[in-house]
């Protein structure tokens, strides 16, 4: 399972950087390859590239603004909720993306 992620806050600095360590830490116990890309006061961090998207499985947007390049997401399903639930529950946020893809597949079958 491969996730990828935008945080962004409308300052784009604390909670987009505490939701961004909270995904990837919880990620990683869990087994799953995360990208996150951090949006906000400093521009795009950790830049998800065309090649990522294509090989993801789901995004999780956990936002409070508007993104930049929102474009390239357009094919992939998408999970978004505020920035905080990424801060205070990433690994409930992180199964809720699972368990899109599991109905997405279901749906294929």
Known sequence: MKIIAITACPAGV???NMAAAALEATAKKMGI???VEKQGA???ENEIKEKEVAAADVLILAVD???AKSDRFKDI????V????????????INQALELVQKRLTKES
Do not use: C, D, S, Y
């Open 82 to 93: 505020p920035v905080a639930e990424a801060v205070k529950n990433p690994r409930g946020l």
């Open 65 to 67: 603004t508007a993104i």
């Open 14 to 16: 604390a909670h987009t």
């Open 77 to 80: 399903p998408t999970l978004k």
């Open 42 to 44: 400093m521009g795009i």
């Open 33 to 35: 390859q995360i990208k």
